[in-house]
């Protein structure tokens, strides 16, 4: 466990040097071993891209919402569910896939197969990677997914469709994803697997943890979910 922890201390102070890591999803365990955690954010380089909130919905649900309305200038890739849930799955992504896995989920289908109808975002010259990440408690072999859809070497002709299965929790230890590996233009896609990080049993502390993180200028959003029972296997709000 201490390689692991040291891993994750220093990929986190890697997080931090990164001027544009652009959207990320961290998922683990926490350090108690009883609650899954999911972590999200989103930046922006743009004011449209700054300017969302996360918007919390009855069923669990969390939406982004423009902060002020009539700085909106393009709504198609920047409001969205991030977040979704459907009987004991719970789905995190970076756009609307998230609805296209619930649907596929609630038709009896899988992660895996609903991303194959899916690529990157259609933002060129960047063509932003589409990150998704799923805990399904009626899933006893996986404890949970990660996935990232890009092109290959920037050529939009290709999509790359990388999926991460971890059979095992690790108490302490969240893998993150992220859509970019720093700035530039057009900005360079994420390389390589999920990063370890460190997860804590406080939501809280979590979420502040990672947006203690991200740069100051770029960053909008962070969002974090304690709720997923590892031990009485259910699901709790909190």
């Known amino acids: 466990m ?9 990929n986190a102070a890697k997080l931090k040097e990164n001027s544009y890591p652009g959207r990320g999803i961290v998922i ?129 002709s290709q999509t790359l469709r990388y999926f991460f299965h971890f059979e095992q929790a690790v108490p302490g230890l969240g893998h993150g994803i992220h859509t970019y590996g720093g700035d530039g233009n057009p900005l360079p896609s994420f390389e390589g697997e999920p990063i370890p990080l460190p997860l804590f049993d406080d939501a809280a502390q979590t979420a502040s943890f990672y947006w203690e993180r991200l740069n100051a200028d770029k960053k909008s959003r962070c969002w974090s979910k304690r709720s997923v029972s590892r031990t009485e296997r259910r699901i709790r709000s909190l």
């Open 2 to 10: 201490a390689h692991w922890s040291e891993r994750a201390a220093q």
């Open 28 to 156: 683990g365990l926490t350090p108690d071993g009883t609650r899954y955690v999911q972590v999200y954010w989103i930046m922006g380089r743009s004011e449209n891209s700054r300017n969302r909130i996360f918007v919390a919905e009855p069923d669990g649900s969390v939406r982004t919402e423009a902060k002020d309305p009539a700085k909106l200038t393009d709504p198609s890739l920047v409001i969205y569910y991030p977040v979704r849930q459907i009987g004991q799955a719970h789905i995190v992504t970076n756009g609307d896939q998230t609805d296209t896995i619930r649907d596929a989920l609630a038709a009896g289908g899988s992660f895996e197969k609903a991303l194959a109808a899916r690529t990157f975002e259609p933002d060129a010259p960047h063509y932003t990677p589409r990150i998704s990440g799923l805990v399904d408690l009626a899933d006893r072999s996986c404890a949970y997914k990660l996935s990232i859809l890009k092109t290959n070497g920037g050529d939009p």
